[in-house]
């Protein structure tokens, strides 16, 4: 199973070193990719029934509790599924959609990059890991949508969907680790086995709460929707795939997968089912007034993800079973109706609806494999659309303690949908035909075979459902709710209240569609309505926000990063100094324990050389003899190291030493002349913060000899440098052996700084 | 600065000065000294005789640049790593061998000499980058 991903991966970056005859057939060869994949998923259907088939365990950072590990259970199958078999047909399409664009090679290296992510991100069991796949598909899908980077609106939208969801992907990491922290452990076995705890935990609320808002703004629930209809921006195949059929589905993933888990509290029914209520009413509202093709899908989509969410919200058996069904559902027609979307774009020059009709007579397979889905779409007998819409009103009749608000706005934006559906048929394929700069027409049998697939299969399983029900859904139920339930799918319910709604919702649809088409001004009012109740945008505040946020990120950045080098270090020292003295004040550390005891006239007489050095070194008028002053004090000190017998310590003193004076001096003759420039009262604020700091400095050197938080570790250093580490200096020992990793990070850090200061310095001439 | 007296005297020096310091860095382990206070002893050496010339001619001298010692130090310290890492053990173990010869009582190399031998040379492009940077004449 992961050698699937490891294909994917090697056949996506493949693309760029093809050989020419055949990089001209990439798009057919990632199509026979998709397609083995997809019959690999397929043959294992039958061994996934009562339990997962594959667990996959690869220990990476066992430490961190992170390791790959994967499964295939009824859950990822489903998805995978959807992945691979829509990845097959719209990859086909893909081929004679991109035909005429330059950038190909990018275009087809992201959507198989994203078709292994997505795979990847169904099949996690690790739920870091999971997030990782996630992101994925977040930095993919803001690739494609910029795929027309040359279009400032395509590029806007691109970032819209990126900061949202990648928002959104944060926040759940967060509530990943969060929860994560409560059992210990990222691993989905230990999740589900540790339910209980999670759901009693404090941590439980917010946890759940941020994981949330990943997965409301991937799968855009209200109030997040708006990049989705920004996404539309996307080349027709890219919405189709990531926008409709597999990326927006991420978040219904991922609250099948941890319904289990967090699953079955009444914070995750009404929160869940009331965000999913909204947006199913916002989808299907909007999507009216809709005058762009893909726009109507867009809202539709929506209004779609909003219906899948609404039913793992409910978290009843039947609810989830139903929500199982409508992803299939809703991947098969909306895929559908997106490639026709950007075949009648491809071939009319506009995806306007008013400037579109009768394309029956140019089009007519077309029509008719729209016409399946968008009365898939509606919910109408016999497709699969009106089986889905029946278990779905089950399941809503069915939900507990929100059961009437929940109807009412299902049949509602149902409703909408069976009107909107009817009307997009009827403009664009009947009716007077405008003039079209060209006349259309249908050739390319690679666009028609992917809609025709899919909507072949709306109609076929919604005649016989059966085996979709108990090959696929019923395992996948099994995951979901954790117990056996039976799976029987049926077209005909008999007359039950479901079938009356029903009858409700067609004959409500069509007269609102009638409506729309004949009355003009219906629509019109509507529109109008719209804009004066929906003056404020989302999309408009969500920019607002964006704004400011840069607004005031660089009045901060100004504030903080003013560019000078001396206040820097003023803010440094200042803010160590009060940090510590504060320290020392609140645990009222005064007593320093030292035993002060005479020392030989040379070691006493040296302290008093050194300090009369460093004061002469302050008040010195002449470079020269400051840099003298200093070198004096810091020969100084390296002697006091050896009558200590640091040895080690004592010699690098005196090559550090020798090194700073070798580099004042190199500097010294490129100075201007000494002169005083600073005031008296800068002077005089210098001269309280080094004495702040020096002083400072001088109380923590004599605590840090009565401070030993670890007497052992010295002890053990000396104990074990010779019979462990063969070394009889513990000192070097140290640095390489016991601390090596202390000493690669000062090589680092001075590696970076002489860097640094060959950069500051560079001239043309000069080579590293 | 152009004395003739610094410039002879220079000449031996620096190489007086580097075998004093690789000195430093072989018996660094059992006694004072080490890549680190070695490497500082080198580099001052060949930035001693820059100062009896000048250090820009120094650089146009010496084919090998500051930035191939220090990336040769990291390069021996990144190898040093290695030994430990295919043994299975944590990285960064010291692992030593012992080489027998016909008198005494053998030599041992390990890991910890060779993470030296990187800090060694680290330590010596180091400082003549800092001081190669800031004698460098200005156009």
Excluded at chain 2, 73 to 95: C, D, E, Q, R, V
């Amino acid at each position: 199973m992961q050698y699937i991903l490891i294909v994917y991966l090697i056949v996506s970056f493949g693309i760029f070193i093809l050989p020419g005859w055949l990089k001209k057939q990439k798009a057919l060869l990632l199509t026979l990719v998709q397609l083995g994949a997809f019959i690999y998923f397929a043959t294992r259907i039958p061994e996934i029934t009562s339990m997962p088939s594959e667990q996959i365990f690869i220990s990476w950072l066992p430490r961190l509790g992170l390791n790959l590990e994967f499964v295939l259970d009824g859950l990822s199958m489903v998805f995978a599924l959807l992945v691979t078999g829509i990845g097959t047909l719209v990859f086909l399409y893909a081929k004679a959609y991109m035909k005429s664009y330059s950038g190909t090679d990018k275009f087809f290296f992201y959507l198989m990059l994203f078709s292994a992510a997505m795979l990847g991100l169904v099949l996690s069991a690790n739920l870091i890991q999971l997030f990782i796949f996630w992101e994925l598909t977040s930095f993919l899908s803001y690739f494609l949508i910029s795929f027309y980077h040359e279009k400032e609106s395509a590029r806007k939208a691109a970032f819209q969907s990126l900061y949202i969801t990648g928002f959104g992907g944060l926040s759940m990491l967060a509530g990943i680790v969060l929860l994560g922290s409560v059992i210990d452990s990222y691993a989905l076995n230990d999740w589900i086995a540790g339910a209980d705890a999670l759901r009693e935990s404090n941590l439980y609320l917010p946890g759940l709460l941020l994981i949330l808002v990943g997965v409301l703004t991937k799968s855009a629930q209200f109030p997040f929707h708006f990049w989705l209809p920004g996404a539309m921006q996307a080349p027709a195949p890219v919405s189709s795939y990531l926008h409709s059929a597999t990326m927006v589905k991420a978040g219904v993933f991922l609250l099948a997968r941890l319904s289990p888990v967090l699953g079955g509290t009444p914070e995750w029914v009404y929160i869940i089912s009331m965000v999913g209520v909204l947006t199913m009413l916002t989808g299907s509202y909007f999507a009216i007034t809709q005058t762009d093709l893909k726009g109507i899908l867009a809202y539709t989509t929506i209004n779609a993800l909003g219906v899948l969410v609404l039913l793992l919200g409910i978290d009843t058996k039947e609810s989830i079973k139903a929500a199982m069904l409508f992803l299939f559902i809703h991947a098969f027609y909306k895929a559908t109706l997106f490639m026709v979307a950007g075949l009648i774009e491809k071939k009319t020059g506009t995806r306007e609806l008013s400037k579109l009709g009768g394309l029956i007579k140019y089009m007519p397979f077309t029509f008719v494999i729209a016409l399946l889905a968008l009365l898939s779409m509606a919910g109408l007998p016999p497709l699969l659309g009106f089986l889905g819409k029946e278990l779905i009103y089950e399941a809503k009749v069915q939900s507990p303690g929100i059961a009437s608000l929940v109807l009412v706005l299902g049949v509602i934006s149902n409703v909408f949908m069976v009107a909107v559906s009817l009307f997009f048929a009827r403009k664009v394929f009947l009716g007077k035909s405008p003039k079209y700069e060209k006349l259309p027409n249908e050739r390319g049998l690679a666009f028609l075979i992917g809609p025709a697939v899919l909507a072949l299969l709306s109609l076929v399983l919604g005649l016989s459902p059966d085996k979709l029900g108990t090959a696929i859904i019923k395992p996948a139920l099994f995951v979901v709710s954790t117990e056996a339930v039976e799976v029987k799918l049926k077209i005909w319910h008999g007359f039950n209240q479901v079938f009356y709604l029903s009858l409700l919702t067609i004959v409500l649809g069509v007269g609102l569609f009638w409506a729309m088409l004949k009355k003009k001004k219906v629509l019109e009012i509507w529109r109008r309505v719209n804009d004066v109740v929906f003056s404020v945008q989302l999309e408009d505040v969500f920019a607002w926000v964006m704004d400011k946020f840069v607004v005031i990120s660089k009045m901060k950045t100004k504030a903080v990063q003013h560019g000078y080098h001396r206040y820097y270090i003023l803010t440094i020292f200042v803010f160590t100094t009060l940090l510590l003295w504060f320290q020392v004040f609140v645990t009222r550390s005064w007593d320093f324990g030292i035993a002060f005891s005479m020392k030989p006239f040379y070691i006493s007489g040296l302290a008093v050389v050194i300090i009369l050095a460093a004061a002469a070194s302050t008040v010195s008028r002449s470079r020269i003899v400051t840099i003298i002053a200093m070198g004096v004090a810091g020969y100084g000190i390296s002697l006091i190291f050896l009558y200590y017998s640091a040895i080690d310590l004592a010699i690098t003193q005196i090559l550090v030493e020798t090194l700073t004076m070798v580099m004042f001096m190199a500097i010294l003759q490129r100075l201007p002349r000494f002169a005083v420039l600073s005031s008296k009262r800068t002077r005089f604020r210098d001269f309280l913060i080094a004495l702040g700091f020096g002083s400072v400095m001088t109380v923590l050197a004599l605590k840090a000899v009565n401070v030993n938080l670890n007497p052992s570790i010295s002890d053990f250093f000396i104990a074990n440098s010779y019979d462990r580490a063969f070394g009889e200096n513990v000192v070097n020992v140290i640095l390489v052996d016991f601390r090596a990793l202390d000493t690669l990070g000062e090589v680092t850090v001075l590696t970076i700084a002489a860097l640094g200061v060959y950069l500051l310095l560079k001239t043309k001439k000069s080579k590293l | 600065m152009n004395s003739v007296i610094l410039q002879i005297a220079a000449k031996y020096l620096k190489w007086l000065l580097i075998v004093f310091a690789v000195l430093a860095l072989l018996r660094g382990h059992n006694n004072p000294g080490g890549g680190f206070i070695g490497g500082l002893m080198a580099g001052l050496a060949i930035v001693y005789r820059g100062f009896a010339y000048n250090a820009f001619q120094v650089k146009e001298e010496l084919q090998d640049r500051p930035g191939y010692y220090i990336g040769g130090g990291l390069f021996a310290i990144f190898l040093s790593f290695l030994p430990s890492l295919f043994a299975g053990k944590t990285i960064m173990t010291g692992l030593w061998v012992k080489i027998p010869t016909p008198v005494g009582e053998g030599i041992k190399l390990g890991t910890p000499f060779l993470f030296d031998i990187g800090v060694f040379f680290a330590v010596i492009g180091v400082t003549l980058l800092f001081v190669f940077s800031l004698t460098q004449k200005q156009h």
